[in-house]
């Protein structure tokens, strides 16, 4: 996910966007749950971007710390998610959008 196609990518349906760097330590801890999490639910879109390479859609989105998880519905945020969660918060979290 890069900043030019960010919005195309994220306008339609629910998507999470996990926001990463690779030197950040709870990051690497989240990335295997959001994973997990896209293997397990094929009723939303899921994307990474790395803060570093694509500073411009974070900053957009006022995202001062990661990681951060920002779910969208048809393009527009319903839920920014700050630090670590679990399969089971993030699934609670998704639930309230896909139902």
Same mark, same amino acid.
């Given at each position: 996910?890069? *900043?030019?196609?960010?919005?195309?990518?994220?306008?339609? =349906? &629910?998507?999470?966007?996990?926001?990463?760097?690779?030197? /950040? =330590?709870? /990051?690497?801890?989240?990335?295997? %749950?959001?994973?997990?999490?896209?293997?397990?639910?094929?009723? %939303?879109?899921? %994307?990474?971007?790395?803060?570093?390479?694509?500073?411009?859609?974070?900053?957009?989105? @006022? #995202?001062?710390? #990661?990681?951060?998880?920002? &779910?969208?519905?048809? @393009?527009? %945020?319903?839920?920014? #998610?700050? @630090?670590?969660?679990?399969?089971?918060?993030?699934?609670? #979290?998704? *639930?309230?959008?896909?139902?």
């Amino acid at each position: 996910m890069t *900043d030019q196609n960010f919005k195309t990518e994220t306008d339609a =349906g &629910v998507t999470l966007t996990d926001f990463w760097a690779t030197w /950040c =330590g709870p /990051c690497r801890m989240q990335s295997p %749950v959001v994973e997990a999490l896209a293997d397990d639910r094929k009723d %939303v879109k899921f %994307v990474k971007m790395d803060v570093d390479a694509n500073p411009d859609t974070p900053k957009s989105f @006022g #995202i001062m710390a #990661i990681p951060t998880l920002l &779910v969208k519905k048809n @393009g527009d %945020v319903v839920e920014k #998610i700050v @630090g670590y969660h679990t399969k089971d918060q993030l699934n609670e #979290i998704l *639930d309230k959008y896909t139902k």
